[in-house]
Each structure stands twice: as structure tokens, then as C-alpha cells.
């Protein structure tokens, strides 16, 4: 009898495992941007769906009665389904043109996705995606919401819904591969250790060298957010229009232009013509004199964008040789656009600061570091600048 009463609390024990394992895995999987819970609801059942040419699946959650998200008949669930599955074939069929999506899929950063009959975070603010950290460092899963697909008419439309589903991509790779770092503007910069170069070793370089010695320096000094944290809580510009995204976290204006920035400089540092037509900006970033370059928002002021040197009585010692650098900053001006004025007012085409194209963003950055970068210098604009600082 004792053995038999052993089986049957061993084969409970297993069960309770079991439904444990299960509960976990859904619960991980809808952790929130900041690795917070989110609302519970019933996860996804199945194996979920192919997409050919990809290694991840789709699955639905229809959700429950009486839920948050409320739920997706079964018509409304394939009709998203199939647009989610033929979205992302057309990415894939596409994917020179979606570099994000792309590098996503080539490192195997995606999880799943799973479609929802609506999308919320922890605080029960909805969205029309969520990327979230799954227990598998590295790794995330998309949730899309079917409400929003209908609402932005995209239900049978995959050619129009995948420029939309492509810009979740940039958080797809932020959230696999920077975890819970701090932000960047935080860190303390190593500037003993700042592998910085002369302006001849720099023009001797390859593209791709002086982009792997700009990777260095991010490491060690160069920042590309904003200090004063600006972009808190604020929206973002599609790019090539006037029509702003709503920040899904407090910090995703600051994290959106951080990629930005990023991808500019890079830019910047690998085309010969940059070298060629502004050799000043790429010198400038890699030799120790441009310490941050960021977008901001300044509402009190309506220039696009700024650059302040610090006076030469307080200029710092950087690098291993000890280089004597007045630290500047390149600021942008979130919502303002350029004027006839402007060295880089034909290449904007009347866009907002925030709403440039990566090839525009690299010429803004390049013309206002050449055009201004020794003039401020030898003047010190610093005591004028602390007036337009961002409040």
C-alpha cells in the first residue's frame, strides 16, 4: 500500500511540475519593455505556425471573455494570421531593404511571435507591439496586436503593413543585445584608455578600421545621448514625415535616436566621400575632440542644431599620449528644422531634425562639426550655449 501511495504523490508531484513549467513560460514571455510582468492572460496553445524561410513561429492567443483584450473570433484570428505570416515573407523577400530586420534574423534574436487580441504593457497602456525578454538571454518574442492591424487597415495588406512591423525590429535588437545596461550618458568615461588616433593614422585607416576604432571609443568616451535626459517621455518622428510615434517606455525617443546617431556616425566614418568632402567631422570623432552627439529637445530655442566647445582653460587630457582636447558636444534639435542659413539646409529638405534619413542625419552631422568645430574652439561659446542648454 505504502508504495502505491508513493506513486500516486510522486505522480501529483510531476503534474504540479508540470503546470508550474507552463505557467513560467507564459509568465516570462509577457514580461514588459522594462522586465516587468505584464497583465496575465492565457497564453498561446499549439505549435504555432511556419513562415517559410524563417525559424521562428507565429502564434495567436485569441484571448478570454471578459479580458482586457477582449476576444478574437476565429475569423478575425485568421485574418491575421495570415497577413502576420505573409508580412513577414515579404521582409524576408526584402531584407537588403531592412536592415534591422535583417541583423534580427540572422542572429536568431527572435523567439516567436505572438499576435493578441490586443497588446498592453504592465501599466495596462496599449500598444500596437511589445517586444519582451524571454528567460533565454539574448532572445525576445514580439506580441502584435489584431485590434491595431484592423484599425490601421492592414488586415490582408502585408506590402503596407511591413514598413510598420519592420521598425519594431530596432527594439528587437536594443532588448536582445543590450539587456539591462545602464544608459549610456551614465557611464563613466575612460579617457586614459581612449584609443584615439592622429589625423594622419585616421586618413590612413580603412572604412571599415575607422569604424571598429569608433566602437572603441564608444566603449571608452564618446557618448550619444542626451545628458540632460531631453527625450524622456517624448514621442518620435517616422521618418521622412511629420507624424510622431508615442513612447512605449519613458526612455524610447532616447533609445530610437541613440540607434540613430549611431548608425550616422558609423556612416560617416566608413564612406570615403565624408573623408573626401568633410575630412574635418571624421577626424574630429576619432581623434578626441567631439566627446557626445545627440539629439535633444529644446523648445525655448529654434536652432537645429548647436555645437559647443569648451574654452581652452578647461581643455582635458585624452589617450594613452596624453592629447590636450576642449571637449565639444553636437547637439540636434529634435522638432526644429533647418534654415536657409544652415550649411546642411538643402540636404534636410525641409524635414524635421527628427525625422531625417540616416544618409541625411550623416551630412547634418558632418557640415556642422566642419563649419563649426574651430570657430568655437578659439572662441569657447560655452558661456552663451549654457543659455540654450535643454531644460
Known amino acids: 500500500m505504502s508504495r502505491w501511495m508513493s506513486l500516486g504523490l510522486w505522480a501529483v508531484f510531476l503534474m504540479h511540475v508540470v503546470v508550474v513549467c507552463v505557467a513560467a513560460d507564459s509568465y516570462v514571455a509577457h514580461a514588459s519593455y522594462d522586465g516587468q510582468p505584464a497583465a496575465k492572460f492565457q497564453g498561446p496553445s499549439g505549435s504555432g505556425d511556419e513562415i517559410p524561410g524563417l525559424s521562428f513561429r507565429v502564434f495567436v492567443d485569441r484571448g478570454m471573455e471578459g ?95 511591413a514598413p510598420v512591423l519592420a521598425r519594431e525590429f530596432q527594439w528587437v535588437v536594443s532588448k536582445a543585445e543590450t539587456g539591462r545596461k545602464p544608459k549610456t550618458g551614465s557611464l563613466e568615461r575612460d579617457l586614459r584608455h581612449a584609443p584615439i588616433r592622429t589625423d594622419k593614422e585616421i586618413r590612413a585607416l580603412s572604412g571599415e578600421e575607422r569604424v571598429r576604432l569608433l566602437q572603441q571609443l564608444f566603449e571608452t568616451y564618446l557618448r550619444t545621448v542626451d545628458d540632460q535626459q531631453s527625450l524622456d517621455g517624448q514621442s518620435y518622428y517616422e521618418i521622412g514625415s511629420t507624424i510622431l510615434v508615442p513612447p512605449s517606455q519613458p526612455d524610447s525617443a532616447t533609445k530610437f535616436y541613440d540607434i540613430r546617431v549611431r548608425e550616422a556616425l558609423q556612416k560617416i566614418v566608413r564612406e570615403p566621400v565624408f573623408l573626401e568632402r568633410t575630412p574635418l567631422a571624421v577626424t574630429s570623432l576619432l581623434n578626441g575632440n567631439i566627446w557626445n552627439v545627440a539629439f535633444v529637445r529644446v523648445d525655448q530655442r529654434d536652432w537645429a542644431t548647436r555645437t559647443r566647445v569648451q574654452p581652452a582653460d578647461k581643455a582635458v587630457m585624452v589617450g594613452v599620449a596624453g592629447r590636450s582636447v576642449q571637449p565639444a558636444v553636437i547637439l540636434i534639435n529634435l522638432h526644429r528644422t533647418a534654415v536657409p542659413d544652415d550649411p546642411f539646409y538643402t540636404d534636410t529638405k525641409d524635414l524635421l531634425m527628427g525625422a531625417l534619413s540616416t544618409d541625411q542625419l550623416a551630412a547634418v552631422i558632418t557640415k556642422e562639426i566642419q563649419q563649426n568645430i574651430v570657430e568655437k574652439s578659439q572662441t569657447g561659446h560655452v558661456a552663451q550655449d549654457a543659455l540654450t542648454a535643454p531644460k
Open 67 to 161: 479580458a482586457v483584450g477582449g476576444l478574437l473570433d476565429q475569423a478575425q484570428a485568421d485574418a491575421a494570421l495570415r497577413t502576420v505570416i505573409e508580412t513577414f515573407s515579404y521582409l524576408n523577400q526584402h531584407r537588403h531593404t531592412y536592415p534591422r530586420f535583417d541583423e534580427a534574423v540572422s542572429k536568431g534574436l527572435l523567439d516567436r511571435v505572438i499576435i493578441q487580441p490586443s497588446v498592453h504593457n504592465h501599466e495596462g497602456k496599449a500598444f500596437p507591439f511589445l517586444v519582451v525578454r524571454t528567460v533565454d538571454p539574448g532572445r525576445v518574442r514580439v506580441l502584435i496586436s489584431a485590434l491595431s492591424m484592423r484599425e490601421g487597415r492592414y488586415l490582408g495588406e502585408p506590402e503596407q503593413f
